[in-house]
């Protein structure tokens, strides 16, 4: 039982006095020596001394075919010259071709086809809370320990890491249950009964503390901040059993899952083969721009539709026109396969690197959304995150960012733009070797 580590990163005062002259000081940071970024190309950035790094963490996993990609910088300044901005209470073509072949990437038979557009993952997720608890009459909604699912109201109460957490009245009627993490949770991998175990757990959650109705349940196919943490097999399948037994919707938050970056399904969820009935999605959707999405069934919207659901900058022209390019550009430039490729050829040098340094615990994830979890012994899982830290931090001195997180900080995330190629999961790896042997 290892206590999560305290923020460690630079103090409010030293980060006061690199930003002075931005007058930004509230910013967050992960760097003791943060780099200022200003030019950003493919999977490359730059900083204002001409240094280049390989971005192997693409913002937060949300450069998702590149930075500064020409068919999306295109589509940007093209809708700029025509009309940057209206409301969705017009039509508008771009919205509605995008909402469109939006839609068209979920499999025909989930009948996922109606798209709400938003600002951002905290927003969608809201958003999808008030859809389930309007359509199901119930209010008790459940997510996962170390599920991150955005920083506003009920995105933030469904978020479930102590460090996003303020000490301020939240989470009514929202409920956390035992995360199905087959690594660090009670029931591992090789048992091959853990799923039914964990799915167990939320049945009796709800029966416990529910008034045995629940209005929904939220994960995410692969959890991001949490680690990179895969739910264990059958989990999920058993999990979506439950809640609709108890009259809820399941939501599946690909926020950082979709768009191809699995590599094997564009949607994270259907590694799991289910059908969620809402899906939310943020970052990758628009290579950055401020753009997100809930997708839900015609049923279930009608509900939506006896109120009014607006908000001013939920589909703006100029991020659905980068939202429309981003799908092109995944399927001319065949994004979803090169994930596939290049993650595997990452994962089996990450498993390499295993087999050389005992530090690592852990590798998982799919295609391009991997981590590695450091500890300190294989059998007490002790954290290694000041190991952690140095790895990261002397990666960056060989011109490799990448990510970092888990609940104790002492998990490494790769998730570069999905355009990474076969020469730079080459590069990165030896790097990661040297940073390695560096401890
Ligand atoms: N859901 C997941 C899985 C996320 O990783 C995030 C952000 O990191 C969110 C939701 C919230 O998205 P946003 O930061 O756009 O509000």
């Known amino acids: 039982d290892y206590k999560p580590p305290k923020y460690t990163g630079p103090s409010f005062e030293e980060t006061m006095q690199t930003r002075k002259e931005y007058l930004t000081p509230a910013l967050l940071t992960y760097y003791k020596n943060p780099i200022m970024i200003v030019d950003g190309k493919q999977q490359y950035l730059f900083d204002h001394e001409g240094n280049r790094y390989?971005?192997?963490?693409?913002?937060?996993?949300?450069?998702?075919?590149?930075?500064?990609?020409?068919?999306?910088t295109k589509a940007a300044i093209?809708?700029?010259?025509?009309?940057q901005h209206t409301t969705t209470i017009y039509l508008h073509p771009v919205i509605g071709e995008f909402g469109?072949?939006?839609?068209?990437?979920?499999p025909k038979e989930s009948n996922l086809k109606v798209v709400y557009f938003v600002n951002s993952g905290s927003e969608a997720n809201d958003l999808a809370v008030m859809m389930a608890r309007a359509y199901t009459g119930n209010f008790d909604f459940i997510s996962l320990r170390n599920g991150y699912h955005g920083a506003s109201g009920n995105s933030a109460s469904l978020t479930a890491l102590h460090t996003w957490k303020y000490p301020v009245p939240s989470d009514f009627g929202i409920k956390h249950t035992l995360n199905p993490d087959p690594y660090r949770?009670?029931?591992?991998?090789s048992d091959p009964e853990a799923g039914k175990k964990y799915a167990w757990h939320l049945k009796n959650l709800i029966e416990h503390s529910s008034p045995g109705a629940v209005a929904g349940f939220i994960a995410e196919s692969i959890q991001g901040?949490?680690?990179?943490?895969?739910l264990a097999d059958g989990f999920l399948k058993e999990a979506y059993d439950i809640i609709r037994a108890h009259g809820g919707l399941c939501i599946a938050d690909e926020v950082q899952t979709g768009f191809g970056r699995t590599g094997t399904n564009f949607w994270g969820f259907q590694n799991y083969g289910v059908t969620p009935d809402i899906v939310t999605m943020a970052k990758g959707i628009g290579n950055g721009a401020p753009l997100a999405a809930v997708v839900t069934t015609p049923e279930i919207a009608k509900t939506l539709s006896k109120r009014i659901h607006f908000n001013t900058y939920g589909g703006n022209p100029v991020s659905c026109a980068m939202g429309s390019a981003v799908l092109d550009v995944i399927r001319d430039e065949k994004i979803q396969q090169n994930a596939h490729d290049v993650g595997s050829i990452i994962k089996d040098g990450l498993n390499d690197l295993k087999k050389k340094y005992k530090v690592i615990g852990d590798v998982r994830?799919?295609?391009?959304m991997l981590g590695v979890e450091l500890v300190r012994d294989h059998e007490t899982l002790e954290p290694a995150n000041t190991e952690t830290a140095h790895v990261f931090e002397k990666a960056k001195e060989m011109g490799v960012l990448v990510g970092k997180g888990g609940l104790y900080g002492n998990c490494l995330r790769i998730k570069p733009p999905m355009c990474v190629t076969k020469e730079d999961a080459k590069f990165f790896l030896d790097v990661m070797d040297r940073s390695l042997a560096s401890l």
Do not use: W, Y
Request: hydrophobic share 40%; with cysteine; glycine share 14%.
């Open 100 to 106: 469109k072949k939006l839609a068209e990437t979920f």
């Open 365 to 368: 994830g799919h295609g391009l």
């Open 185 to 189: 949770g009670p029931f591992k991998s």
């Open 225 to 230: 901040i949490g680690g990179t943490v895969e």
């Open 78 to 83: 093209d809708q700029m010259n025509r009309l």
């Open 54 to 72: 390989l971005d192997m963490f693409a913002g937060i996993v949300t450069v998702s075919v590149g930075h500064c990609h020409p068919t999306v």
